[in-house]
C-alpha cells in the first residue's frame, strides 16, 4: 500500500549541473503534480500531468526546468545548468482523477531537497 | 485572482488549550477545500476535503468546517504530537490547488 515515493530524498550538487529528481505515484492515481517547496515559502505549482500528457505546464519557472511522465506512471522533473536560485524541495503528488474535476485530494510524497552549491 | 490566506502564521498553545486556525478563500467556483498537516522534513499529509458550506469533518481532536468565504480547523484538547504545520488549499475552476502560506502550530506539554 506503497504511497507516493520520491528520490532520492536529499541532492547537492555543482551551480550548472543538471539534475534529475523521480517520482513514482500511488498506483492507479491518473493525476500527478509537481510542486516547488521553498523555506518559509508556499507551495508553488510546476506541472500537472494526466497520464502521459501535460495539460498545464505554467508553472515551470524557466525553459531549464522539463519534466516528463511514462507509462502513465513514474515522472522525471529535469533541472539544467542548475542555479543557487534553484534550492527547494520540490514535492510530487498524486490524485485520483485529474485537476478537471478538482475536487480529489492530492497525495504527497516526502519530496527531494535540492542544494545549490 | 484565486487567493487563499491563512491566520495566524504562528500560533503557541498549552496542551489541551483548544483554538481555531483560520483559512479565507477567493476562489471562482469552489470544488474542494483541503486540508493538509507538515511535518518538518515531510510532506503534506491529508486530513480533510470539504466540498460545500455548512460541510463539517471530524478526525480525532481535528474538525473543519466550511462558509462560503472561510475555513476552520478546531483543535480541541491538543496534545504535543499535534504540533504541525498545517495547510490549506482550494480548488476551483481552474481544477488547480492553491495552497495557503500555512499555520505553525506548537504544542507545549
Known amino acids: 500500500g506503497a504511497g507516493v515515493s520520491q528520490s532520492p530524498s536529499n541532492k547537492v550538487t555543482e551551480k550548472g549541473k543538471d539534475v534529475e529528481l523521480r517520482c513514482d505515484p500511488i498506483s492507479g492515481h491518473t493525476a500527478l503534480y509537481w510542486y516547488r517547496q521553498s523555506l518559509g515559502q508556499g507551495l508553488e505549482f510546476l506541472i500537472y500531468?494526466?497520464?502521459?500528457?501535460?495539460?498545464?505546464k505554467s508553472g515551470l519557472p524557466s525553459d531549464r526546468f522539463s519534466a516528463e511522465r511514462t507509462g502513465g506512471s513514474v515522472s522525471t522533473l529535469t533541472i539544467q545548468r542548475t542555479q543557487q536560485e534553484d534550492s527547494a524541495v520540490y514535492l510530487c503528488?498524486?490524485?485520483?482523477?485529474?485537476?478537471?474535476?478538482?475536487?480529489?485530494?492530492?497525495?504527497f510524497g516526502d519530496g527531494t531537497r535540492l542544494s545549490i552549491l | 485572482e484565486d487567493q487563499v490566506t491563512q491566520s495566524p502564521e504562528a500560533l503557541r498553545l498549552q496542551e489541551g488549550e483548544s483554538s481555531s486556525l483560520n483559512c479565507s478563500y477567493t476562489?471562482?467556483?469552489?470544488?474542494?477545500l483541503f486540508w493538509y498537516r507538515q511535518d518538518p522534513g515531510k510532506g503534506p499529509e491529508f486530513l480533510f476535503t470539504?466540498?460545500?458550506a455548512g460541510e463539517e469533518k471530524e478526525k480525532e481532536r481535528l474538525k473543519a468546517t466550511l462558509t462560503k468565504k472561510e475555513s476552520f480547523l478546531h483543535i480541541t484538547a491538543p496534545k504535543p504530537e499535534d504540533s504541525a504545520t498545517y495547510l490549506c488549499a482550494a480548488s476551483g475552476n481552474t481544477g488547480k490547488l492553491i495552497f495557503g502560506q500555512g499555520t505553525t502550530l506548537q504544542v507545549k506539554p
Open positions: 503528488a498524486s490524485s485520483l482523477n485529474g485537476a478537471g474535476s478538482g475536487n480529489q485530494p492530492q497525495h
Open positions: 476562489v471562482s467556483g469552489l470544488r474542494g
Open positions: 500531468f494526466q497520464g502521459n500528457s501535460a495539460p498545464d
Open positions: 470539504l466540498y460545500s
